[in-house]
Structure formats: structure tokens, C-alpha cells
């Protein structure tokens, strides 16, 4: 059989052949979007590969006096439109294929809603929860000075992701500012967005990727004959991302009818109240033992009859078996990558359509572009204005998305990679490849 391009691209530069891994499922993804929108070769083979990938090891002191050795990642994808853009993750299970996946992922997201931003994404290998809150803001701060010279407000600008939030990213700031130029104290603190209101965050930046979930379903679902005024949901995750999406979403009357986290999965026919749960969530860490519902298996969760399906916390989890038992009308992915290519397969095949993740989560780093713009003009937005600015754009690229898919006839997950391939093609094109 003859192999297509993609096959010979991943051969050439060295990427095995491994179904299982994230790196390798996502540059796949974009290959094959690329062909179909005849991408020229040498702009696949730029894509397929970061810029800089950059792994750093320091010690950091423990309360108990002893020392110990942190490994931390900040792989930049590429910066064709702006500055490297994308979250910092502290978790136990980051390795570097993992974050240059997540990194490629942002080249395409900031592409697709068109922000002046390029790809990146770090992460330190490390369970938050596991240290103290003095640990913690010292390990940040030894993390920020190893990244000191590959960052900065107009090279590379973290923000939060898992296991980080608005204190680690001003621990960040001010690490960044301290060490950097006594001339350069204002400007340094757009090194990072998602920062506290108070120390130059924005408005609406902590609910913004729930929000952007929220106005991809507002604008997409109507035209599958569903509204957000009636529609029973599950949901994978209650931290950032799941907690904002399910409050804003029970604003419109859904109903959340089972959840699942890190400690266990529950279920409420009728609804589950999401203030409440984000309050029990905030105060024990984990939805277990929460009194407004009833504790149910994995399996029975993943087998509960909705209309959406709504995964927001790890990558990879909806896989073949999981894709199997779930029974909805769609999957809102408002993780990065939650549904492999083979879990793809089987959702496809049972007819449930994917709304994908590139589009349904931009509205995160859509409002840190905002945090970005206000801290370099010194401005505070209105949170109205930050809401009306947020649902413009995200409508826009999802528009752009409905538009490419009845134009190549494809499904919606490949027509957001094509959508954003083609912007970025663009730029290409226009710039050149120096010299
Ligand atoms: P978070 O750390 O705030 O929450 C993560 C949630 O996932 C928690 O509820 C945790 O219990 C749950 N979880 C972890 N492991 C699990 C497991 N094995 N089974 C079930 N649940 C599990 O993280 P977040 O910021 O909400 O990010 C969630 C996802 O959204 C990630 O894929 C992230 O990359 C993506 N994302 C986040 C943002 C943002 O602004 N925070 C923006 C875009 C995309």
C-alpha cells in the first residue's frame, strides 16, 4: 500500500509509529488536516515539530529541611503570528511528548480564533496537592527562574492549566519582575496571564474557558435540535474548567445529571446543584461524599443517558471502551484531546457528533489575550465588555469552522485544524521563511 504524505513526514522526522501516544496522535491530526487543504510540504514538516523544547531540573527546599530535584518542561511549538502563548501544568503525570503535543495544540488554537499568539505550554512534574503552600510558592519561583531567559511579556507568556491557578501565575509575575530589569518592573508582569484580579488579572479570566464552552454550545447545539434551557449533561472534571462550565450552564437551566473527578463519580436524576458542588469541591478537593448525590461506579457514569457529554479534565480519557458505553447526542471537548482516535472512531460510528476542543476552549486563552492587551495599556475592562468581546470572537471562529467543514465536507474537529492551517499558511506566506 502506498503511504500519503503525513506517513512519509512523521517518517522523515523520526516520529514513530504509536497510536497511544498524544504527541503522535496530534501531529497526525494536524498532517491529515494539512492535506486536506493542500498545505505545502515544507510548512507540514515546520508544524510537525517544535520550535524549542526546553527541560530543566532544580532543587528546591522542603519543610522538612531536606532537598529535593524538580523537573520542569516549557516546549515552544512555534511563534509564526506573536509571541509563544500557553498554559503551565503542575502535575504527577507530564512527560515531554505529552506537553509538545499540548504545545502544537495551541499553534492551532490561537490560528483558529486568530489571536497574535503563537504555541507553548510547560509543565513541572509534580502532584500540587502533595506539597504545602510554602512548597509550593518556592518550587514556582525555582520554576520561574529556570525559565527566566526563554520567557517573557513579548516572547513567551505562560498561564494556568491543570493544577495551576491565578496564585501560581502571580507568584510567576513577580518572580519574573524581581529578577528582570529595575526598568522593567511594569511591563514584566504580562509575562504571565490569569494573574489575580488585584494584580493585573482581568475580569472574567477565571471563568473564561467555562464561558467559551458555554457560547460554542449556545451558538452550535440549537442546530441539533437541542437548547441549553433543557438539555441533561455529564461531566468529566470539577476543577477550573468543569465547575465554570456547569455553573454557567445551570444559569440556562441544564441539567448536570452525574459528575466524575480524581475521587469518585456521583448522580442526581433531577440535577445537581452547582454552586453547592463547587463550593464542597473548593473546600475538600474532590466531589466524594458530597451530599447532593448519589456515589456511583466509572462504568455507570460512562453509561448514563444524556444529551451531551462533556469531558473537562485529563487528556486521552474517553478511549475505545469508554466511547463504547457513552450515550448522548454530542461530546462538548472542552479538555485538550480528551477522546483518542480510536474513542473517535467508535463516536463517530454510533452517529454522536464532536464538537472539538481547539474551538470549545479557546475562550481561555481568548481572555488572557485580553489580560495581555489591558496590562500593556494599563486598562481595565469592563467584565460586560470582557463578556461581549469573548462571544464575538468564539462565534466568529465557529463560523469560520461551519463554514470550512460544509466547504471540504468534513467533520467538525478536522474542519477547526484546516480552519486554523489555512490562517497560518497565510502568514507563511506573506513572511517567508527567513533568510
Ligand atoms: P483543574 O486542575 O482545575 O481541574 C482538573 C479536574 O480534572 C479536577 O476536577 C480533577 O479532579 C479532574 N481529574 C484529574 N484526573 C482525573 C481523572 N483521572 N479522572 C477524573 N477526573 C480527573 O484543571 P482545568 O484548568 O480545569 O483543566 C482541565 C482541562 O481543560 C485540561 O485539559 C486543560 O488543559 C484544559 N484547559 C484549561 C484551561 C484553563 O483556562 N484552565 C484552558 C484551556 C484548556
Not at 517518517?11 to 492535506?35: C, H, M, R, W
Not at 517544535?50 to 512555534?78: A, T
Not at 527566566?148 to 513567551?156: A, K, L, M, R, V
Not at 474557558?209 to 437548547?227: A, C, D, K, N, R
Request: hydrophobic share 40%; proline share 4%.
Amino acid at each position: 500500500m502506498q503511504s500519503s504524505d503525513y506517513q512519509e513526514i512523521l517518517k522523515e522526522l523520526e516520529v514513530g509509529f504509536d497510536p497511544d501516544n498524544i504527541y503522535f496522535q496530534t501531529i497526525t491530526s494536524i498532517l491529515q488536516a494539512a492535506e486536506l487543504i493542500k498545505l505545502p510540504r515544507n510548512l507540514k514538516i515546520i508544524l510537525a515539530q517544535p520550535q524549542n523544547e526546553i527541560m530543566v531540573h532544580f532543587p528546591v527546599l522542603m519543610d522538612d529541611g531536606s532537598y529535593k530535584l524538580f523537573k520542569g518542561y516549557r516546549v515552544q511549538h512555534n511563534n509564526v503570528l506573536g509571541p509563544f502563548k500557553g498554559g503551565i501544568r503542575f502535575h504527577s503525570q507530564i512527560g515531554l511528548d505529552h506537553i509538545k503535543a499540548l504545545s502544537a495544540i495551541m499553534t492551532i488554537k490561537n490560528a483558529l480564533i486568530q489571536l497574535p499568539f503563537g504555541g507553548a505550554k510547560g509543565g513541572l512534574k509534580i502532584d500540587p496537592r502533595s506539597v504545602s503552600h510554602s512548597e509550593l510558592m518556592r518550587l514556582t519561583r525555582r520554576f520561574t527562574s529556570a525559565l527566566q531567559s526563554h520567557i517573557g511579556p513579548s516572547y513567551d507568556i505562560p498561564a494556568p492549566d491543570m493544577g495551576t491557578n491565578a496564585q501560581i501565575m502571580a507568584w510567576m509575575a513577580d518572580t519574573y519582575t524581581v529578577l528582570g530589569p529595575q526598568n522593567l518592573r511594569l511591563e514584566g508582569k504580562g509575562v504571565v496571564t490569569g494573574k489575580p484580579l488585584e494584580f493585573g488579572g482581568s475580569h472574567g479570566r477565571e471563568k473564561a474557558t467555562g464561558q467559551g464552552v458555554v457560547f460554542i454550545m449556545e451558538e452550535i447545539l440549537p442546530e441539533m435540535g437541542l437548547s441549553l434551557s433543557n438539555i441533561s449533561y455529564s461531566l468529566i472534571g470539577y476543577g477550573n474548567v468543569g465547575s465554570w462550565t456547569a455553573r454557567l450552564l445551570s444559569r440556562h437551566g441544564s441539567i448536570l445529571k452525574t459528575v466524575m473527578d480524581h475521587t469518585g463519580a456521583i448522580i442526581n436524576k433531577k440535577g445537581l446543584d452547582t454552586e453547592l458542588l463547587a463550593k464542597y469541591v473548593e473546600k475538600t478537593g474532590g466531589l466524594a461524599g458530597f451530599s447532593g448525590g448519589k456515589s456511583i461506579t466509572e462504568d455507570e457514569f460512562y453509561s448514563t443517558q444524556v444529551d451531551c457529554f462533556i469531558p473537562a479534565a485529563m487528556e486521552q480519557m474517553i478511549d475505545q471502551k469508554r466511547a463504547a458505553q457513552i450515550q448522548c447526542k454530542v461530546v462538548v471537548e472542552a479538555a485538550n484531546a480528551p477522546v483518542t482516535p480510536a474513542g473517535e472512531r467508535v463516536l463517530v460510528k454510533k452517529g454522536i457528533s464532536i464538537l472539538p476542543a481547539i474551538l470549545c476552549n479557546a475562550g481561555g486563552v481568548t481572555v488572557s489575550y485580553f489580560e495581555w492587551k489591558q496590562n500593556r495599556q494599563a486598562e481595565v475592562w469592563e467584565p460586560d465588555f470582557v463578556d461581549q468581546q469573548l462571544q464575538k470572537m468564539m462565534s466568529a471562529a465557529a463560523q469560520r469552522v461551519k463554514k470550512t467543514a460544509a466547504k471540504l465536507k468534513c467533520d467538525m474537529k478536522s474542519a477547526a485544524y484546516a480552519t486554523a492551517l489555512e490562517y497560518l499558511g497565510k502568514v507563511y506566506n506573506y513572511r517567508g521563511i527567513f533568510p
